[in-house]
């Protein structure tokens, strides 16, 4: 018999709740992959939406980006300045203004579709997927790699959210840095 994952078609999640829908595998690859890309125009040609047009929009991502990454690193329990996470906090709830979603109701469902086209739609579905998976209780799953020579975005799969690192190479590169740095003290 198969799993809620594999009904659903999402491997990646199989120990994260036995009844994983696909939205929160939606939602969390989106996220992840905006907060992983390297270029904007790459993830944006990737997500199927136009390349961004202008400096401003290559500002807004990278802005927008950071501000994501400083609540991630706050999900993996980095010690953080509460200034720097209200801060963060603060520019993302003005970035929502900046790109809304719109209702789209229907008599057998509903969504939440980007207002803008292009890039900032592209923005405002990011900002959407960070509010369904706070919807889901799956927002504090999505970390930031404690490795040193990482810190990609991650989904904590684990049952009690205590990933550290996003991968078992991560975790054995940060374990033998650890013991390194023991050996040496002593």
Known sequence: MLSG?????????????????????????????FVNSGSLDEWLRESGATP???????????????????????????SLDPAEVAAAESHLRQVAVRYPLVAVIGAE??????????????FAQVLGAVTDLAYRGAWTRVKVCKNDNCHRGFFDKTR?????????TC?????????RNRRKVA
């Open 5 to 33: 994952h594999q009904r659903y078609g999402c491997p990646r999640y199989d120990r994260y709740m036995e009844n994983c829908p696909p939205v929160v595998c939606e939602a969390s690859d989106l996220l992840l992959s």
């Open 171 to 179: 975790s054995s590169q940060a374990s033998m840095r650890a013991y």
């Open 52 to 78: 961004a047009g202008a400096a401003s929009d290559v500002a807004a991502a990278s802005e927008l980006r950071t501000s994501l990454i400083v609540l991630l690193r706050e999900h993996s329990g980095c």
């Open 160 to 168: 009690n959210t205590s990933a550290l690192y996003c991968s078992p």
């Open 109 to 122: 469902t509903s969504s939440l579709v980007p207002a803008h086209d292009g890039a900032f739609g592209r």
